[in-house]
Structures are given as structure tokens and as C-alpha cells.
């Protein structure tokens, strides 16, 4: 099969301006303090994916249906009811971690918290660390370092 095009893609849009258009004060400072811990995970800067998803690093995927492609290594959506803040290997090898990590719900890789206020800021930034260095095989934006 070839390589199919996802429907989100990264663009070239202001990323500074997408958060600073976040009408909500304490979401919007959220969503600053999520960018410099996630900056700081990956080494890479914020990208928008689509029109909403605000995302770092790349890494390439491949389904065992053939289907592949690119996408983010992490990432934060401000959406209307919870900040989605997205760890790509899922949360199975973070059970620890989760029962620690404050009020939050969970999807196959999407984490969804209400505000940052609910949840530990130093589990929280193990878990955005780990997800990060658990992906990083499979990262296709950092230069070989041979």
C-alpha cells in the first residue's frame, strides 16, 4: 500500500498567534507552560498539524495494513472541554505514572485534562518525557548523529 496522506497535516501557521487567539486567560497560560515542557522533551519547536493541534517532533509510522505516514511526537489541542495533550505510545506502560497524575481522562494516545491546576506538574512532565524518549526510534526530524 502506499504511503496515504493523513488528513492533519503540519503547516507553516503562526503558532504564536494560534495560543495567543485562546479567549480563555488561565487555558491560554496552560497551553504556554504545556509548549516549553514539550519544547524541552523533544528538542523541537511548536508546529500547527491542521488548524488546531499544536505539535513537536515527527516521527514516521507503519500499520501492519501497509498504511503509513508522519506525525507529531507529541502534542496540545486547546479544545472546547478538555486541553488533549497527545503521548503517541499510549498510556499501558505509564500505569504508575497515570494513578499519580491528577484528575484526567484517557483515549488510545490522548490525555484530556480540564486545566493544569488538576493535575502534578512533575508527573505530568515524566510522562510527556518518557512518551518522548520512548519515540524516539521512530523519529524522523532529529539528524543523525553519525
Given at each position: 500500500?502506499a504511503k496515504?496522506?493523513n488528513?492533519?497535516?503540519?503547516?507553516d501557521?503562526?503558532?504564536?498567534q494560534?495560543?495567543?487567539?485562546?479567549?480563555?486567560p488561565?487555558?491560554?497560560e496552560?497551553?504556554q507552560?504545556?509548549?516549553?515542557?514539550?519544547?524541552?522533551?523533544?528538542?523541537?519547536?511548536?508546529?500547527?498539524?491542521g488548524?488546531s493541534?499544536?505539535g513537536?517532533?515527527?516521527?514516521?509510522?507503519r500499520y501492519?495494513?501497509?498504511?503509513?505516514?508522519?506525525?507529531?511526537?507529541?502534542?496540545i489541542?486547546?479544545?472546547?472541554?478538555?486541553?488533549?495533550?497527545?503521548?503517541?505510545?499510549g498510556?499501558?506502560?505509564?500505569?504508575?505514572?497515570m494513578a499519580k497524575?491528577?484528575?484526567?481522562?484517557?483515549?488510545?494516545?490522548?490525555?484530556?485534562?480540564k486545566r493544569?491546576?488538576?493535575?502534578?506538574m512533575?508527573?505530568?512532565?515524566?510522562?510527556?518525557?518518557?512518551?518522548?524518549?520512548?519515540?524516539a526510534?521512530?523519529?524522523?526530524?532529529?539528524p543523525?548523529?553519525?
Amino acid at each position: 500500500m502506499a504511503k496515504t496522506v493523513n488528513k492533519t497535516q503540519a503547516t507553516d501557521a503562526d503558532v504564536d498567534q494560534f495560543l495567543a487567539a485562546i479567549p480563555d486567560p488561565g487555558r491560554r497560560e496552560d497551553c504556554q507552560r504545556i509548549r516549553a515542557l514539550m519544547e524541552a522533551a523533544t528538542g523541537a519547536p511548536a508546529r500547527l498539524w491542521g488548524p488546531s493541534i499544536v505539535g513537536f517532533g515527527v516521527y514516521h509510522y507503519r500499520y501492519e495494513s501497509g498504511r503509513e505516514g508522519d506525525w507529531m511526537v507529541t502534542g496540545i489541542s486547546p479544545r472546547k472541554n478538555d486541553l488533549t495533550l497527545y503521548i503517541m505510545p499510549g498510556f499501558a506502560r505509564y500505569e504508575s505514572l497515570m494513578a499519580k497524575l491528577g484528575r484526567h481522562k484517557t483515549g488510545k494516545s490522548c490525555l484530556y485534562i480540564k486545566r493544569l491546576a488538576d493535575v502534578d506538574m512533575a508527573v505530568l512532565e515524566t510522562l510527556v518525557r518518557d512518551s518522548v524518549a520512548a519515540m524516539a526510534p521512530q523519529r524522523t526530524d532529529v539528524p543523525d548523529p553519525g
